[in-house]
Every structure is written in C-alpha cells, then in structure tokens.
C-alpha cells in the first residue's frame, strides 16, 4: 500500500486497483474509510481506481493538527496526491461528501482536473439549497416498501426539526435500492469506518466560501457528470440538476433505481454511466 506526505507532514495512504487510465476517487462520509467505495461496482475493469484515504481515516495517519480536517484544509493533500502520482491533469471522481472536497479541489485548481464526476453530492460546498420537500418527494417514491411507514416517520420528523437518536438509523433503508443483507451490512460498516472527530470537523466554520466556489466553477471548462440516484433522499434529482447547473460543460444523470450508492444498486448500469464521461 503506498503512502505519501501532505504537505503539513502527515502520512496518507492510497489504493491503487484495476486495468487502464487512472481515475483519482475521493470517499464521503464525511471522513469515511475509502474502503466501502470497493472496485465502484466493477469500474476497475476499465480504469485503474486511485482510492485517497482522507487523513485519519483507512491506512491514513491522524493529523498532528485535527483543526486540518476541515475540507478546505485538506485540497492540500489532493493535491499532494496528484503530484505523487505523477499526473499534469487528474480524472477526479468523488462520492456524497467528499464532493466537497472534490469542488474545493476543482475551483482552486481548475487546470489540474481533466473530467470530474460527481456521484450523489453532498452541496455544501457550493450552497445548493435542498429543501424538506424535495427530500420527502422523492422519499414516497418508495411508499410500497414494507419498510416505508417508521422510515418516512422518521424522515419527516427530521426535516420538521424533531429527530430523535433513533430517526437517522430508521430512515436508511431510503438509501438503497433494497433493503436486504448486504444493504444492512454496508450500513452498519458505516460508523465503523468513519473518524467521528474528523466527521465533526469537516464542515466547520470557514470551510466553505460557496460564492466563490460556484464563481469559479462557472469558468471550469471540462467535461463534468453529476450522477444522481432516482431514491436518494440525500441528494435529491432536483437539487442534483440545479448542482449541475452550476458548470458551463456538465451532464446531468439520474439512475433509474438507486439510492445513495448506486454501484451497489446496480453495478452494470453505474459503470455504463460513469464510463464516457470519466474516460479520457
């Protein structure tokens, strides 16, 4: 397992799996081990998948400064990374929160990045706004399912302001195409692999300037996929389509079926996605 230095000393480690051009990945969580990205549902066929663990997360060393774990802080490391490994212009993809770090990276470094794929964003970083609505539209899509009764409770209690310690662990069923075994397990993995800590401090105070970011992704001229998933409450279609919005050169794709991860809904029909756009 390879590793490196950012640029604040701290070791982070890298995966490196698959056949053909590299394509640099970011995990969400936020700060969550990259490990659950696995091979992106078979993507490993075509590209040689470059997995960061974030700092303090996987193989990666804690920080002598946990202060570094907010987002911007950490373009740094990518950064870092892409030196390492020898590329004038990375194929950038990134999941859920880690697109955050991936539009930090982006604004800041607009000549660095070739293609850039944006799978189910987190906003934060460029101040998409997504209402209570659009979570629980998309959310009645799923009205037959024997779990939707206590899910959509809970949902709705969530956006109202009223969760409890319970409601975020009963509306994850939402999250995936099915509610089965292996969705239960990939779930509760979750906590396992994520730093609390660095979770905590990802999206503190100043690590977001959206303004600035959305201005400089204006002038981001390459080719961008923003890949929804049809059952994602977390990332709603319609906030997905405005976040796509923002690019002069972006594609917008929704995925029939799938919730939060859809290599994992449907693995064929995520890698036909992904594929042109992220292919040099």
Same mark, same amino acid.
């Given at each position: 397992?390879?590793?490196?230095?950012?640029?604040?000393?701290?070791?982070?480690?890298?995966?490196?799996?698959?056949?053909?051009?590299?394509?640099?990945?970011?995990? #969400?969580?936020?700060?969550?081990?990259?490990?659950?990205? #696995?091979?992106?549902?078979?993507? !490993?066929?075509?590209?040689?998948? @470059?997995?960061?663990?974030?700092?303090?997360?996987? +193989?990666?060393?804690? *920080?002598?400064? *946990?202060?570094? =774990?907010?987002?911007?802080?950490?373009?740094?490391?990518?950064?870092?990374?892409?030196?390492?490994?020898?590329?004038?212009?990375?194929?950038?993809?990134?999941?859920?929160?880690?697109?955050?770090?991936?539009?930090? =990276?982006?604004?800041?470094?607009?000549?660095? &990045?070739? %293609?850039?794929?944006?799978?189910? /964003?987190?906003? =934060? +970083?460029?101040? &998409?706004?997504? !209402? $209570?609505?659009?979570?629980?539209?998309?959310?009645?899509?799923?009205?037959?399912? /024997?779990?939707? #009764?206590?899910?959509?409770?809970?949902?709705?209690? @969530? !956006?109202?302001?009223?969760?409890?310690?319970?409601?975020?662990? +009963? @509306?994850?069923?939402?999250?995936?195409?099915?509610?089965?075994? !292996?969705?239960? $397990?990939?779930?509760?993995?979750?906590?396992?692999?994520?730093?609390?800590?660095?979770?905590?401090?990802?999206?503190?105070?100043?690590?977001?300037?959206?303004?600035?970011?959305?201005? $400089?992704?204006?002038?981001?001229?390459?080719? &961008?996929?923003?890949?929804? #998933?049809?059952?994602?409450?977390?990332?709603?279609?319609? $906030?997905?389509?405005? =976040?796509?919005?923002?690019?002069?050169?972006?594609?917008? &794709?929704?995925?029939?079926?799938?919730? %939060?991860?859809?290599?994992?809904?449907? +693995?064929?029909?995520?890698?036909?996605?992904?594929?042109?756009?992220?292919? *040099?």
């Amino acid at each position: 397992m390879p590793t490196f230095a950012a640029p604040d000393g701290t070791r982070l480690a890298y995966h490196a799996s698959g056949d053909g051009p590299p394509l640099v990945c970011l995990p #969400g969580g936020p700060m969550r081990d990259s490990a659950y990205l #696995g091979t992106l549902g078979g993507l !490993t066929a075509h590209r040689r998948l @470059i997995r960061l663990d974030l700092r303090g997360t996987g +193989a990666s060393d804690a *920080p002598a400064d *946990p202060a570094s =774990y907010r987002c911007d802080r950490q373009v740094d490391d990518v950064e870092a990374l892409r030196v390492e490994l020898g590329l004038d212009r990375l194929d950038l993809l990134a999941h859920s929160a880690g697109a955050n770090l991936a539009a930090l =990276y982006t604004a800041r470094h607009p000549d660095r &990045v070739a %293609h850039l794929t944006l799978v189910t /964003p987190s906003v =934060y +970083a460029v101040g &998409v706004e997504i !209402t $209570a609505e659009d979570r629980l539209e998309v959310a009645r899509l799923r009205g037959s399912e /024997p779990w939707f #009764g206590p899910a959509f409770a809970a949902l709705k209690n @969530i !956006t109202a302001g009223r969760a409890t310690p319970d409601s975020w662990q +009963a @509306i994850s069923p939402f999250a995936y195409a099915r509610w089965d075994e !292996t969705a239960r $397990a990939v779930d509760e993995a979750d906590t396992k692999q994520t730093n609390a800590e660095a979770a905590a401090a990802y999206a503190t105070e100043g690590a977001f300037a959206p303004t600035d970011t959305r201005a $400089a992704l204006a002038a981001f001229t390459s080719p &961008v996929l923003v890949l929804a #998933g049809e059952f994602d409450i977390s990332a709603p279609p319609r $906030a997905m389509a405005e =976040y796509a919005g923002l690019f002069p050169n972006a594609e917008l &794709v929704v995925q029939p079926g799938a919730g %939060h991860m859809p290599w994992l809904d449907d +693995a064929e029909r995520f890698v036909a996605l992904v594929l042109p756009v992220s292919s *040099p």
